[in-house]
Structure formats: C-alpha cells, structure tokens
C-alpha cells in the first residue's frame, strides 16, 4: 500500500487526499507537523530533500513530490484527466497557474492566519492580498460561462484550484465577490468522493 507524507492544514496535501478518495485508492496516512519542523529531520529528507509535504512512497522505497505531479500520476487513465491533448495541456496550464499565481498567495496568506506568523510578515500581506485577489478575480472571470476548468467535466485541474480557494475565506479573502468562483466550489463538493479537508482518511500509520 502506498503511504501519504501529510499534514492536515496543507491544502497541497489535501489534493492528494481527496484524488485518492475519489480514485478509490487506499493509502496510509503519516502524520508530518510542519510547525514543529518534522520535515526538516535526517529521515525525512531522505525521503524529499526539499522538505515539503505532500509526498507519496511506495512499498519498494520509490517516492513522487509536488502536489500536482501527484495528481497528475494517479489521474493517468481515469475520468479526472482528459484523454484529448489539447484539453491535458489545458489541465496542466491551470495547475501551473495554481502554483505560480494562486497558491504562493492565498495559501501562504491563510498559513500565516493559522500559524500566527501575520504580524511577522504584515508587510507583505497587502501585495499577496492584491495578487490573491488577482488569481481569484482570473478564475471568476473564466467560469462566468463553463462549469469546470477545462472542457466540461472535472478534472484535476479543478482539485488543484479547490484545495487553497475553498479554504481562501480563512486568510481572510472575500470569496462573495466571486459569484462564479463561489458556485463552482458547490459543484466540486457535489463531486462523488468528495471529502472534507478535516476528514482523517487513509490508514495511520507512524514515522
């Protein structure tokens, strides 16, 4: 059985959990608490040199990183990814926007809320603010006439997207200036699998 490095904040590892629930993939889930550096220790970083989470190992000792590398993985031959390559292409352009223009903005902000590191970097919070309500202001603006990311139906691109936007009201952005933003989180939460971002699936095991 594969074995989930995760920390339950990380909506990068919530992706992962929530492909592999709608997959139907079973996994074991190893608790890594970030705030007490658990990522930085000798062990792990054999594992992932770059002590981030998610990270995904496998019983023979082989490991994938990066959350979108990881949905992209697993997504091979299944409905979450289009088979046409126009629309794969498609699907990676967005989850590379969610890296560069959305995640190191929302989800940084909402990291600094729940971490109590707001007042340490209130200096920059006004331009991730602003660059946050950018991506969201990009997004809205591409669902004013379609229901999912790309083509018509879900696809990873619109988990990658979820993760961070759906928690976004927690680093304090107003999601209800994004009518279209806002009805496409329902229609992902009505997805078969769905879970919740507090869920604890998968199989504990410890490190």
């Known amino acids: 059985m594969i074995r989930l490095y995760d920390f339950w904040e990380s909506g990068n590892a919530y992706k992962v959990r929530l492909l592999l629930s709608q997959l139907r993939i079973p996994f074991e889930r190893v608790d890594i608490d970030i705030l007490k550096g658990e990522t930085r220790t000798a062990s792990y970083l054999r594992k992932n040199p770059n002590h981030r989470?998610?990270?995904?190992e496998w019983p023979d000792g082989k490991t994938l990183a990066e959350s979108n590398a990881i949905l992209?993985?697993?997504a091979q031959d299944s409905r979450?990814?289009?088979?046409?390559p126009w629309l794969r292409a498609q699907a990676l352009q967005w989850m590379f926007f969610e890296q560069y223009s959305h995640e190191p903005c929302i989800a940084v902000v909402r990291f600094w809320h729940f971490s109590g590191q707001l007042e340490k970097n209130r200096q920059f919070l006004a331009d991730n603010m602003?660059?946050?309500?950018?991506a969201l202001s990009v997004m809205d603006a591409h669902l004013s006439d379609r229901l999912f990311f790309v083509g018509d139906s879900y696809s990873i691109?619109?988990?990658s997207l979820y993760a961070y936007t759906h928690v976004a009201e927690e680093g304090g952005f107003d999601l209800s200036r994004f009518a279209a933003v806002k009805d496409w989180l329902d229609r992902v939460r009505?997805?078969?699998g769905h879970i919740l971002i507090t869920d604890r699936v998968g199989a504990a095991v410890g490190f």
Do not use: K, T
């Open 53 to 56: 989470v998610p990270l995904v």
């Open 190 to 192: 009505q997805q078969a």
């Open 130 to 134: 602003e660059q946050g309500y950018h």
């Open 157 to 159: 691109a619109d988990i």
């Open 80 to 84: 979450y990814l289009p088979d046409d």
């Open 72 to 74: 992209f993985y697993f």
